[in-house]
Protein backbone atom coordinates (compact mmCIF):
# COMPACT_ATOMS: atom_id res chain seq x y z
CA UNK A 1 0.00 0.00 0.00
CA UNK A 2 2.62 2.33 0.62
CA UNK A 3 4.59 1.89 -2.38
CA UNK A 4 1.19 2.12 -4.64
CA UNK A 5 0.28 5.78 -3.12
CA UNK A 6 4.04 6.77 -3.13
CA UNK A 7 3.61 5.74 -6.82
CA UNK A 8 0.17 7.94 -7.31
CA UNK A 9 2.44 10.83 -5.47
CA UNK A 10 5.56 10.95 -7.80
CA UNK A 11 7.85 9.65 -5.42
CA UNK A 12 7.82 5.47 -6.81
CA UNK A 13 10.51 3.89 -4.39
CA UNK A 14 14.01 3.78 -6.00
CA UNK A 15 15.19 0.72 -8.09
CA UNK A 16 11.52 -0.59 -8.54
CA UNK A 17 11.42 -3.06 -11.85
CA UNK A 18 8.93 -1.73 -14.86
CA UNK A 19 8.42 1.74 -13.04
CA UNK A 20 9.81 4.05 -15.94
CA UNK A 21 11.94 6.95 -14.86
CA UNK A 22 9.82 9.82 -13.76
CA UNK A 23 12.22 12.28 -15.83
CA UNK A 24 11.19 10.22 -19.03
CA UNK A 25 13.82 8.02 -20.81
CA UNK A 26 16.11 6.30 -18.87
CA UNK A 27 16.36 2.36 -17.65
CA UNK A 28 14.16 0.77 -15.22
CA UNK A 29 14.82 0.30 -12.05
CA UNK A 30 14.91 -2.75 -10.14
CA UNK A 31 13.04 -3.38 -6.75
CA UNK A 32 15.88 -2.36 -3.97
CA UNK A 33 14.77 -6.06 -2.28
CA UNK A 34 16.38 -7.85 -5.59
CA UNK A 35 19.33 -9.89 -4.68
CA UNK A 36 21.09 -10.05 -8.06
CA UNK A 37 21.85 -6.49 -8.48
CA UNK A 38 25.40 -5.90 -9.00
CA UNK A 39 28.16 -3.32 -9.11
CA UNK A 40 30.27 -4.17 -11.78
CA UNK A 41 33.84 -2.80 -12.24
CA UNK A 42 36.36 -2.15 -15.01
CA UNK A 43 39.79 -1.71 -14.04
CA UNK A 44 42.73 0.05 -16.73
CA UNK A 45 44.58 -3.39 -17.78
CA UNK A 46 48.26 -2.26 -16.17
CA UNK A 47 50.12 -5.24 -17.81
CA UNK A 48 53.12 -3.76 -19.54
CA UNK A 49 51.71 -2.65 -23.71
CA UNK A 50 48.45 -3.74 -22.67
CA UNK A 51 45.98 -1.47 -24.96
CA UNK A 52 42.74 -3.79 -24.38
CA UNK A 53 39.37 -2.92 -22.18
CA UNK A 54 37.28 -5.76 -20.62
CA UNK A 55 34.11 -3.91 -21.74
CA UNK A 56 33.08 -1.85 -24.30
CA UNK A 57 30.49 1.14 -23.60
CA UNK A 58 26.96 -1.26 -25.54
CA UNK A 59 28.34 -3.62 -22.49
CA UNK A 60 27.72 -0.28 -19.88
CA UNK A 61 24.36 0.09 -21.67
CA UNK A 62 22.86 -3.01 -21.01
CA UNK A 63 24.08 -3.60 -17.57
CA UNK A 64 22.77 -0.13 -16.59
CA UNK A 65 19.51 -0.66 -18.15
CA UNK A 66 19.06 -4.15 -16.36
CA UNK A 67 19.46 -2.05 -12.91
CA UNK A 68 22.72 -2.86 -12.35
CA UNK A 69 25.79 -0.25 -11.82
CA UNK A 70 29.01 -0.20 -13.95
CA UNK A 71 32.30 1.74 -12.25
CA UNK A 72 35.01 2.24 -14.86
CA UNK A 73 38.61 3.42 -14.28
CA UNK A 74 39.29 6.70 -15.88
CA UNK A 75 40.85 6.06 -19.43
CA UNK A 76 40.44 2.64 -19.06
CA UNK A 77 39.25 2.34 -22.30
CA UNK A 78 41.23 5.11 -24.09
CA UNK A 79 44.24 2.72 -25.95
CA UNK A 80 40.89 0.60 -27.34
CA UNK A 81 39.69 4.61 -29.01
CA UNK A 82 37.10 4.89 -26.23
CA UNK A 83 37.04 7.62 -24.18
CA UNK A 84 35.84 8.12 -20.88
CA UNK A 85 32.85 10.70 -22.35
CA UNK A 86 31.13 7.30 -24.52
CA UNK A 87 31.36 5.15 -20.96
CA UNK A 88 29.41 7.96 -19.10
CA UNK A 89 26.91 8.62 -21.57
CA UNK A 90 26.58 4.47 -21.39
CA UNK A 91 25.82 5.28 -17.75
CA UNK A 92 28.68 4.69 -16.70
CA UNK A 93 30.84 6.33 -13.19
CA UNK A 94 33.99 7.14 -13.99
CA UNK A 95 36.30 6.76 -10.99
CA UNK A 96 40.27 7.50 -10.46
CA UNK A 97 41.48 4.33 -9.01
CA UNK A 98 41.74 0.73 -9.15
CA UNK A 99 41.60 0.71 -5.60
CA UNK A 100 37.85 2.10 -5.43
CA UNK A 101 36.93 -0.41 -8.69
CA UNK A 102 38.16 -3.29 -6.32
CA UNK A 103 36.66 -2.52 -3.00
CA UNK A 104 33.54 -1.94 -4.45
CA UNK A 105 32.66 -4.30 -7.27
CA UNK A 106 30.99 -7.57 -6.77
CA UNK A 107 31.94 -8.70 -10.21
CA UNK A 108 35.67 -7.19 -11.67
CA UNK A 109 36.05 -7.37 -15.73
CA UNK A 110 39.56 -7.44 -16.81
CA UNK A 111 41.33 -8.96 -20.21
CA UNK A 112 44.88 -10.09 -18.59
CA UNK A 113 45.51 -11.89 -15.34
CA UNK A 114 45.53 -9.49 -12.17
CA UNK A 115 48.61 -8.32 -11.48
CA UNK A 116 50.65 -8.57 -8.56
CA UNK A 117 49.22 -5.06 -6.89
CA UNK A 118 45.78 -6.02 -8.14
CA UNK A 119 45.66 -9.28 -6.32
CA UNK A 120 46.50 -7.63 -3.32
CA UNK A 121 43.15 -6.05 -3.68
CA UNK A 122 40.89 -9.19 -4.29
CA UNK A 123 38.58 -10.36 -1.95
CA UNK A 124 36.78 -13.86 -0.75
CA UNK A 125 33.91 -14.37 -2.71
CA UNK A 126 34.62 -11.74 -5.30
CA UNK A 127 34.20 -12.83 -9.29
CA UNK A 128 36.94 -12.30 -11.61
CA UNK A 129 36.03 -12.34 -15.09
CA UNK A 130 39.41 -12.35 -17.28
CA UNK A 131 42.00 -14.70 -18.76
CA UNK A 132 44.13 -15.82 -15.84
CA UNK A 133 45.95 -18.68 -17.71
CA UNK A 134 46.52 -20.21 -14.30
CA UNK A 135 48.31 -23.12 -15.63
CA UNK A 136 51.92 -21.05 -16.79
CA UNK A 137 52.30 -19.86 -13.28
CA UNK A 138 52.56 -21.43 -10.16
CA UNK A 139 52.76 -18.48 -8.01
CA UNK A 140 49.71 -16.73 -9.55
CA UNK A 141 47.60 -19.61 -9.16
CA UNK A 142 48.60 -19.80 -5.21
CA UNK A 143 48.19 -16.08 -4.75
CA UNK A 144 44.58 -15.73 -6.51
CA UNK A 145 43.80 -18.90 -4.58
CA UNK A 146 45.09 -16.78 -1.18
CA UNK A 147 42.96 -13.80 -2.49
CA UNK A 148 39.70 -16.05 -1.64
CA UNK A 149 38.32 -14.84 -5.08
CA UNK A 150 36.17 -16.45 -7.58
CA UNK A 151 38.39 -16.79 -10.77
CA UNK A 152 36.17 -17.22 -13.87
CA UNK A 153 38.51 -17.75 -16.76
CA UNK A 154 37.81 -17.01 -20.37
CA UNK A 155 39.76 -19.57 -21.68
CA UNK A 156 38.34 -22.50 -20.08
CA UNK A 157 34.81 -21.38 -20.93
CA UNK A 158 33.25 -24.76 -22.60
CA UNK A 159 30.32 -24.05 -24.70
CA UNK A 160 27.40 -27.18 -25.34
CA UNK A 161 29.54 -27.86 -28.68
CA UNK A 162 32.51 -28.11 -27.04
CA UNK A 163 33.98 -25.05 -28.33
CA UNK A 164 35.96 -22.86 -26.29
CA UNK A 165 34.08 -19.31 -27.44
CA UNK A 166 35.74 -16.89 -25.12
CA UNK A 167 39.43 -17.82 -25.89
CA UNK A 168 38.77 -17.94 -30.24
CA UNK A 169 38.33 -14.44 -31.13
CA UNK A 170 41.85 -14.04 -29.32
CA UNK A 171 43.33 -16.76 -31.25
CA UNK A 172 42.34 -15.71 -34.36
CA UNK A 173 44.13 -11.85 -33.51
CA UNK A 174 47.10 -13.72 -32.33
CA UNK A 175 47.59 -16.55 -35.11
CA UNK A 176 47.11 -13.73 -37.61
CA UNK A 177 49.41 -11.71 -35.64
CA UNK A 178 52.21 -14.29 -35.40
CA UNK A 179 53.07 -14.24 -39.41
CA UNK A 180 53.02 -10.48 -39.31
CA UNK A 181 55.70 -10.82 -36.38
CA UNK A 182 57.08 -13.41 -37.59
CA UNK A 183 57.65 -11.83 -40.88
CA UNK A 184 59.34 -8.89 -39.21
CA UNK A 185 61.95 -10.85 -37.14
CA UNK A 186 63.07 -12.60 -40.34
CA UNK A 187 64.59 -9.51 -41.49
CA UNK A 188 68.00 -9.44 -40.78
CA UNK A 189 68.22 -5.76 -38.79
CA UNK A 190 66.13 -7.77 -36.24
CA UNK A 191 68.10 -10.83 -35.99
CA UNK A 192 66.57 -12.83 -38.80
CA UNK A 193 67.77 -15.07 -41.71
CA UNK A 194 67.04 -12.04 -43.82
CA UNK A 195 64.59 -14.52 -45.89
CA UNK A 196 61.11 -12.45 -47.57
CA UNK A 197 58.37 -15.11 -46.70
CA UNK A 198 56.49 -14.43 -50.21
CA UNK A 199 59.93 -15.47 -51.70
CA UNK A 200 60.28 -13.19 -55.69
CA UNK A 201 60.62 -14.56 -59.15
CA UNK A 202 63.64 -16.69 -59.25
CA UNK A 203 63.90 -16.66 -55.84
CA UNK A 204 62.11 -19.77 -53.61
CA UNK A 205 59.63 -18.03 -50.94
CA UNK A 206 59.90 -18.62 -47.58
CA UNK A 207 59.18 -21.91 -45.44
CA UNK A 208 56.11 -21.71 -42.48
CA UNK A 209 55.91 -24.18 -40.00
CA UNK A 210 52.83 -24.42 -37.67
CA UNK A 211 52.54 -26.34 -35.17
CA UNK A 212 49.19 -26.92 -34.11
CA UNK A 213 45.72 -26.72 -36.62
CA UNK A 214 43.25 -25.28 -34.25
CA UNK A 215 42.47 -21.70 -35.00
CA UNK A 216 45.81 -19.84 -33.64
CA UNK A 217 47.14 -22.47 -36.12
CA UNK A 218 44.56 -22.17 -38.99
CA UNK A 219 44.84 -18.39 -38.58
CA UNK A 220 48.38 -18.35 -39.30
CA UNK A 221 48.59 -20.72 -42.38
CA UNK A 222 45.99 -18.56 -44.12
CA UNK A 223 47.57 -15.30 -43.63
CA UNK A 224 50.90 -16.94 -44.52
CA UNK A 225 50.07 -18.21 -47.72
CA UNK A 226 48.30 -15.27 -48.70
CA UNK A 227 52.12 -13.99 -48.36
CA UNK A 228 53.16 -16.73 -50.81
CA UNK A 229 55.15 -18.92 -48.63
CA UNK A 230 55.39 -22.63 -48.15
CA UNK A 231 53.49 -23.85 -45.41
CA UNK A 232 53.17 -27.05 -43.15
CA UNK A 233 50.34 -27.73 -40.41
CA UNK A 234 51.63 -30.48 -38.20
CA UNK A 235 48.66 -31.97 -35.90
CA UNK A 236 47.57 -35.62 -34.71
CA UNK A 237 43.63 -34.99 -35.11
CA UNK A 238 42.60 -36.74 -38.15
CA UNK A 239 39.78 -35.37 -38.26
CA UNK A 240 41.19 -32.16 -38.10
CA UNK A 241 43.81 -32.56 -40.32
CA UNK A 242 41.01 -33.58 -43.29
CA UNK A 243 39.10 -30.79 -43.02
CA UNK A 244 42.16 -28.31 -43.12
CA UNK A 245 43.22 -30.46 -46.21
CA UNK A 246 39.62 -29.37 -47.98
CA UNK A 247 39.73 -25.56 -47.09
CA UNK A 248 43.48 -24.59 -47.18
CA UNK A 249 44.74 -22.95 -50.18
CA UNK A 250 47.27 -24.82 -52.10
CA UNK A 251 50.46 -23.84 -50.65
CA UNK A 252 49.05 -25.18 -47.44
CA UNK A 253 49.96 -29.19 -46.62
CA UNK A 254 48.74 -30.81 -43.75
CA UNK A 255 50.70 -33.62 -41.91
CA UNK A 256 50.21 -35.84 -38.97
CA UNK A 257 52.50 -34.68 -36.02
CA UNK A 258 55.20 -37.32 -34.31
CA UNK A 259 58.37 -36.47 -32.87
CA UNK A 260 60.14 -37.49 -36.04
CA UNK A 261 58.14 -35.38 -38.57
CA UNK A 262 58.52 -32.23 -36.28
CA UNK A 263 62.52 -32.72 -36.17
CA UNK A 264 62.58 -33.31 -39.86
CA UNK A 265 60.39 -30.11 -40.76
CA UNK A 266 62.67 -28.32 -38.27
CA UNK A 267 65.25 -28.48 -40.16
CA UNK A 268 64.25 -26.48 -43.02
CA UNK A 269 62.05 -23.74 -41.45
CA UNK A 270 62.48 -20.37 -41.59
CA UNK A 271 59.12 -19.87 -39.26
CA UNK A 272 58.14 -21.61 -36.47
CA UNK A 273 54.58 -20.81 -35.03
CA UNK A 274 54.08 -22.84 -32.32
CA UNK A 275 50.00 -22.77 -31.80
CA UNK A 276 49.21 -25.91 -29.43
CA UNK A 277 46.38 -26.35 -27.29
CA UNK A 278 45.11 -28.24 -23.98
CA UNK A 279 42.39 -26.43 -22.64
CA UNK A 280 43.50 -25.35 -19.23
CA UNK A 281 46.49 -27.41 -18.86
CA UNK A 282 50.30 -26.64 -19.46
CA UNK A 283 51.16 -26.61 -23.44
CA UNK A 284 52.90 -29.79 -24.20
CA UNK A 285 56.87 -29.47 -25.35
CA UNK A 286 56.92 -29.75 -28.95
CA UNK A 287 60.36 -28.89 -29.33
CA UNK A 288 63.32 -29.54 -26.91
CA UNK A 289 66.69 -27.57 -26.70
CA UNK A 290 68.66 -30.24 -28.54
CA UNK A 291 65.90 -29.72 -31.38
CA UNK A 292 67.42 -26.24 -32.33
CA UNK A 293 70.33 -27.43 -33.81
CA UNK A 294 68.93 -28.68 -36.51
CA UNK A 295 67.14 -25.34 -37.12
CA UNK A 296 68.85 -22.60 -39.37
CA UNK A 297 71.02 -20.07 -37.62
CA UNK A 298 68.42 -16.72 -38.24
CA UNK A 299 65.66 -19.17 -38.29
CA UNK A 300 62.64 -18.02 -35.93
CA UNK A 301 60.03 -19.22 -33.54
CA UNK A 302 56.85 -17.49 -32.28
CA UNK A 303 55.34 -19.01 -29.31
CA UNK A 304 51.62 -18.25 -29.66
CA UNK A 305 51.39 -21.24 -26.78
CA UNK A 306 53.52 -18.99 -24.09
CA UNK A 307 50.36 -18.08 -22.36
CA UNK A 308 49.89 -22.00 -21.12
CA UNK A 309 53.53 -22.38 -20.48
CA UNK A 310 54.65 -22.23 -23.98
CA UNK A 311 55.30 -25.40 -26.51
CA UNK A 312 58.99 -25.21 -26.41
CA UNK A 313 61.51 -25.96 -24.20
CA UNK A 314 63.77 -22.86 -24.46
CA UNK A 315 60.48 -20.72 -24.61
CA UNK A 316 60.13 -17.86 -21.60
CA UNK A 317 57.29 -15.02 -21.74
CA UNK A 318 58.76 -11.60 -23.04
CA UNK A 319 56.89 -8.16 -23.62
CA UNK A 320 56.30 -5.73 -26.40
CA UNK A 321 59.06 -3.96 -24.92
CA UNK A 322 61.45 -6.75 -25.45
CA UNK A 323 59.91 -9.31 -27.85
CA UNK A 324 62.56 -11.72 -28.78
CA UNK A 325 65.50 -13.25 -27.64
CA UNK A 326 68.35 -15.85 -28.87
CA UNK A 327 69.15 -19.25 -28.11
CA UNK A 328 71.42 -21.47 -30.24
CA UNK A 329 71.18 -18.76 -33.43
CA UNK A 330 67.13 -19.24 -33.15
CA UNK A 331 65.13 -16.12 -32.59
CA UNK A 332 62.33 -16.55 -30.20
CA UNK A 333 59.14 -14.48 -29.88
CA UNK A 334 57.49 -15.18 -26.91
CA UNK A 335 54.99 -12.58 -26.12
CA UNK A 336 52.25 -13.20 -23.92
CA UNK A 337 50.01 -10.84 -24.56
CA UNK A 338 50.04 -10.27 -28.71
CA UNK A 339 46.82 -9.22 -29.21
CA UNK A 340 47.39 -6.11 -26.54
CA UNK A 341 48.99 -3.86 -29.22
CA UNK A 342 46.37 -3.83 -31.54
CA UNK A 343 44.10 -2.64 -29.19
CA UNK A 344 40.98 -1.47 -30.61
CA UNK A 345 40.39 -4.68 -32.94
CA UNK A 346 41.13 -7.14 -30.21
CA UNK A 347 38.33 -5.07 -27.89
CA UNK A 348 35.88 -5.34 -29.95
CA UNK A 349 36.63 -9.14 -30.63
CA UNK A 350 36.87 -9.66 -27.35
CA UNK A 351 33.65 -8.02 -25.55
CA UNK A 352 31.51 -9.22 -28.66
CA UNK A 353 31.99 -12.91 -27.27
CA UNK A 354 32.78 -12.06 -23.34
CA UNK A 355 29.98 -9.83 -22.97
CA UNK A 356 26.73 -12.55 -23.09
CA UNK A 357 28.60 -14.83 -20.55
CA UNK A 358 29.26 -11.97 -18.27
CA UNK A 359 25.56 -11.24 -18.71
CA UNK A 360 24.72 -14.58 -17.15
CA UNK A 361 27.13 -14.25 -14.53
CA UNK A 362 25.33 -10.89 -13.61
CA UNK A 363 22.17 -13.01 -14.06
CA UNK A 364 22.80 -16.04 -12.17
CA UNK A 365 26.31 -15.47 -9.96
CA UNK A 366 28.76 -18.16 -9.06
CA UNK A 367 27.98 -20.08 -7.01
CA UNK A 368 26.70 -24.18 -7.05
CA UNK A 369 22.90 -23.66 -8.17
CA UNK A 370 24.23 -21.02 -10.56
CA UNK A 371 26.77 -23.51 -12.17
CA UNK A 372 24.47 -25.98 -12.29
CA UNK A 373 22.20 -23.73 -14.49
CA UNK A 374 24.84 -23.18 -16.76
CA UNK A 375 27.55 -25.24 -17.00
CA UNK A 376 30.01 -23.33 -19.42
CA UNK A 377 30.01 -20.86 -16.54
CA UNK A 378 30.89 -24.18 -14.13
CA UNK A 379 33.46 -25.55 -16.57
CA UNK A 380 34.69 -21.51 -16.11
CA UNK A 381 35.89 -21.42 -12.76
CA UNK A 382 39.05 -22.08 -11.86
CA UNK A 383 39.14 -21.18 -8.18
CA UNK A 384 36.31 -20.59 -5.69
CA UNK A 385 36.49 -19.17 -2.12
CA UNK A 386 40.02 -20.46 -1.42
CA UNK A 387 39.58 -23.85 -3.54
CA UNK A 388 41.41 -24.76 -6.58
CA UNK A 389 38.38 -25.92 -8.89
CA UNK A 390 40.22 -26.83 -12.37
CA UNK A 391 41.62 -30.15 -12.71
CA UNK A 392 44.12 -29.20 -15.52
CA UNK A 393 45.08 -26.52 -13.30
CA UNK A 394 45.77 -28.93 -10.50
CA UNK A 395 47.22 -31.49 -12.72
CA UNK A 396 49.86 -29.08 -13.95
CA UNK A 397 51.38 -28.15 -10.56
CA UNK A 398 50.72 -31.58 -8.52
CA UNK A 399 48.01 -29.57 -6.24
CA UNK A 400 44.70 -30.91 -4.99
CA UNK A 401 41.47 -29.62 -6.39
CA UNK A 402 38.03 -29.99 -5.41
CA UNK A 403 35.39 -31.26 -7.85
CA UNK A 404 32.88 -29.42 -6.68
CA UNK A 405 31.99 -27.74 -9.88
CA UNK A 406 32.67 -31.30 -12.36
CA UNK A 407 29.37 -32.96 -12.38
CA UNK A 408 28.35 -29.63 -14.17
CA UNK A 409 30.87 -29.43 -16.95
CA UNK A 410 29.52 -30.25 -20.52
CA UNK A 411 32.88 -32.01 -21.05
CA UNK A 412 34.94 -33.49 -18.44
Given at each position: ??????????????????????????????????????????????????????????????????????????????????????????????????????????????????????????????????????????????????????????????????????????????????????????????????????????????????????????????????????????????????????????????VFSNRHEIRQQLS???????????????????????????MQPGSVIVDVAID??????????????????????????????????????????????????????????TDLAAAAKNPPIA??????????????????????????????????
Open positions: YMVFVLFLRGGAPPRCRGFPDPAGGGPPRLNRFQSNIMIIGVPKEIKIHEYRVALLPFGVDEFVRAGHTVLVQRDAGTGSGMPNEEYEQAGAKIVDSAEEIFERSDLIMKVKEPQPQEIRMLRKGQTVFTYFHLAAEQELTENVLKSGCRAVAYETLIDKQGRLPLLMPMSEVAGRMSIQEGAKYLERSQGGRGVLLSGVPGVAPGKVLVLGGGMVGSGAANIAAGFGANVVILDSNLDRLRYLAEVMPANVKVNADLVIGAVLIPGAKAPRLIQRDDLKLQGGCTETSKATTHSEPTYVVDGVVHYCVGNMPGVVGRTSTFALCNATFPWAMEIVKHGHAINTYDGELTCQAVADSFGMSWSDRFAKNYWTK
